[in-house]
């Protein structure tokens, strides 16, 4: 049985998913081989997943965090074939999570955090930064991570997109400098562009909270710096145009105007982890997240595990704080079944001792799924 869970938003991490499932599935089923691959697709625990499976050396951090404060952060540093690749989580520097929602000010918010994660990788001699976007509190397109990282300009670039207002040169070749010869991965599933309908502001702004007004002043702004970093002609503003330039809040775009490529973050966790090879040594998949719903199937854990099981022919089981799909939906998704941990156990229940309510339903699962 692989048991492969995304974290569970605000009440359980992807590894004591893993374990509360686990805990739930032995006690119906004690017999029953257990793998646990906690899982992650670039956002809030990318680096706590990495580690529980890959191990490695952990590099605590102090970094700015979005609003300037001293924020602890962490790189996962681990020696591979090819050499040293240090793992970053973008959410660690600029994560949503960091800034309580009345608190929340999305045109000062700066990514600037993140390029102190990545420079403090880079500084161990690491050949390869991974950066897992996701979650970020920031739509300033990278501008605090190029600042970060050596790049100028006429206008501050470690003050969210406002600092941006009025920018007319950006001098982004300090930060090439600084990051010749590092091999830069941008983990992340979503394929936003940066400016425009489908852009960072315009999809993302709003849960930031940015308001509908803010959301077109920002969209403009970073279009201004865009401009100023490559320049006014369609070639060579194209890079802005790219899938993942928008992956949060226009990290993407500042990661690619470095020479980074783009993984989705879930097929990368999942290769790096050897999901594949755990699947095709197992009878069933199980996996899970907070809420099994629409948006599961845009480059969320449970999707990726779900093509990655069936690549391996193997049958896929949610098991989620709330499911929100209907059996039709779920079948398009490749899900053999679902189950309901509310409907089981209570919200109170739940929210109260998530842990023991999960291991609850993966008991009740059991009876079913278990030789």
């Known amino acids: 049985m692989l048991i492969a869970p995304d974290k569970f938003a605000g009440t359980l991490s992807a590894p004591q998913a893993a374990e509360a499932i686990a805990t739930g599935w032995a006690r119906r089923a004690p017999a029953d081989e257990l793998v646990r691959v906690p899982m992650a697709d670039g956002g809030p625990g990318f680096v706590d997943v990495l580690h529980s499976t890959l191990g490695g ?12 404060d001293p924020t602890p952060g962490t790189a996962l540093l ?9 793992y970053v989580e973008a959410a660690q520097g600029c994560g949503l999570h960091l800034v309580p929602a009345a608190e929340r000010q999305p045109e000062r918010a700066s990514s600037t955090g993140v390029g102190q994660l990545v420079a403090a990788a880079m500084d161990t001699g690491a050949g390869t930064v991974v950066v897992g976007v996701g979650g970020s509190a920031t739509t300033d397109a990278g501008a605090g991570l190029l600042a970060a990282l050596g790049a100028t300009a ?19 070749e300090p930060a090439r400098a600084r990051t010749a010869g590092v091999e830069l991965v941008l983990a992340s599933d979503v394929d936003s562009p940066l400016l425009g309908l489908f852009g960072a502001a315009k999809t993302f702004g709003a849960q ?4 509908p007004e803010a959301v077109a002043r920002v969209d403009a702004i970073l279009d201004r710096f865009v401009v100023a970093a490559l320049g006014s002609t ?42 594949s ?11 899970g997240e907070g809420s099994f719903d629409f948006s599961s199937r845009a480059g969320k ?12 022919l193997r049958p896929t089981v949610v098991l989620a704080g709330r499911v929100l799909v209907g059996a039709r939906e779920m079948r398009a998704l490749g899900v053999e079944s679902a ?5 089981l156990v209570g919200e109170r229940a739940a929210f109260g001792d998530p842990a023991g309510s999960l291991a609850t339903l993966a008991e009740r699962t059991a009876r079913t799924w278990s030789r």
Not at 78 to 86: M, Q, S, T
Not at 208 to 211: D, E, Q, R, V, W
Not at 277 to 287: E, G, M, N
Not at 302 to 312: D, F, M, P
């Open 57 to 68: 050396q952990l590099l605590a951090v102090t970094v700015t965090g979005p609003y300037g």
């Open 78 to 86: 681990h020696e591979g074939d090819r050499g040293r690749i240090a």
């Open 154 to 172: 006429d206008v501050p670039l470690n003050a969210g997109p406002a600092g941006l207002d009025g920018v007319t040169r950006v001098d982004l």
């Open 208 to 211: 930031k909270g940015l308001t």
């Open 234 to 275: 369609p070639a060579r503003r194209r890079l802005a145009d790219q899938p993942g330039a928008g992956a949060a809040g226009g990290l993407g775009f500042a990661m690619l105007a470095l020479g980074a490529h783009r993984l989705p973050g879930v097929r990368l966790v999942a290769d790096t982890v050897g999901l």
């Open 277 to 287: 090879q755990a699947a095709r040594s197992c009878d069933v998949v199980l996996t």
């Open 301 to 312: 854990v449970v999707h990726g595990v779900t093509q990655v099981a069936q690549e391996a």
């Open 339 to 343: 189950y309901d941990l509310v409907e």
